[in-house]
Structure formats: C-alpha cells, structure tokens
C-alpha cells in the first residue's frame, strides 16, 4: 500500500446493526462522539440503523412478487 494516502484518522471502528444488535469492526474516518471497550481497548462506536446483518437482500428475507400477481392485484384493486 502507498505511504501517506490515508487520513490521518483512517482507524479501526466499531460499528453496530441496531436492528439485529450485531457488532463488526471495520476502518473507517467516520467521526464519533462515542466509545466502547472491547477486551480492555478502546475504540470510537457507531450505530447503524441497517447493515448486511439485516438487510432483506442479505437475510433472504425479500418478497418476490411475479409480474402476473402485480398485474392481477392492480387489476383487482381497481376492479378493471
């Protein structure tokens, strides 16, 4: 990696999923205000409202809806 590209404040941050409560470490510049110990070291914390923990995409938890059951719903909706 070239020398002196990064940020002065590029660090490792603890970020956390509020929705499934799962924390990660990745670095990052992001400034924040709070702090977590984790085995006694202290790094900045950050909350997330969604992440790869949680997001449908991620989780397998989308809903598929077939082109015909959108056109038959809009249909019936509207009584065409």
């Known amino acids: 990696m070239k020398k002196k590209i990064h940020p002065k404040n590029y660090r490792m941050v603890c970020f956390q999923d509020m929705i499934s409560n799962q924390t990660f470490f990745c670095k990052s510049t992001i400034f924040t205000k709070e702090k977590i110990n984790i085995d006694g070291k202290e790094f900045p914390f950050y909350k997330l409202e969604i992440s790869?923990?949680?997001?449908?995409?991620?989780?397998?938890?989308?809903?598929?809806?077939?082109?015909?059951?959108?056109?038959?719903?809009?249909?019936?909706?509207y009584k065409i």
Request: charged share 25%.
């Open 52 to 77: 790869s923990y949680s997001h449908p995409f991620y989780t397998g938890n989308m809903k598929y809806i077939s082109e015909t059951g959108r056109i038959e719903k809009f249909n019936k909706k």
